[in-house]
Nanobody
């Protein structure tokens, strides 16, 4: 099973931006779809964005126009660029590929 490592989380004020990165332990991203999910305290995990192996994105309605998912297959990395962050975006964000989940990275947005 591949290990996924997320980075880029942190604390920002509302309206701020962050870029999350996800890299696997071995070079498999270029052939696979990858997703970002999140889980806020007391809530279920929810899909944020997905990107296919050929870079076709899908977004949850609540992030459309604010978040952008992208991939750099040469760097074997998937990104989640987040703009216009809101307090309700506060959550642990996870990178997912197949049945493999990363350890998550915390995003905290203050009002």
């Amino acid at each position: 099973q591949v290990q996924l490592v997320e980075s880029g989380g942190g604390s920002v004020q509302a309206g701020g931006s962050l870029r999350l990165s996800c890299a696997p332990s071995r070079s498999i991203f270029s052939r696979n779809n990858v997703g970002w999910y999140r889980q806020a305290p007391g809530k279920q995990r929810e899909m944020v964005a997905l990107i296919t192996y050929d870079s076709i994105p899908t977004y949850a309605n609540f992030v459309k126009g604010r978040f952008t998912i992208s991939r750099d297959n040469a760097k074997n990395t998937v990104y989640l660029q987040m703009y216009g962050l809101k307090p309700e975006d506060t959550a642990v964000y996870y990178c997912v590929q197949g049945s493999s989940w990363g350890q998550g990275t915390q995003v905290t947005v203050s009002s």
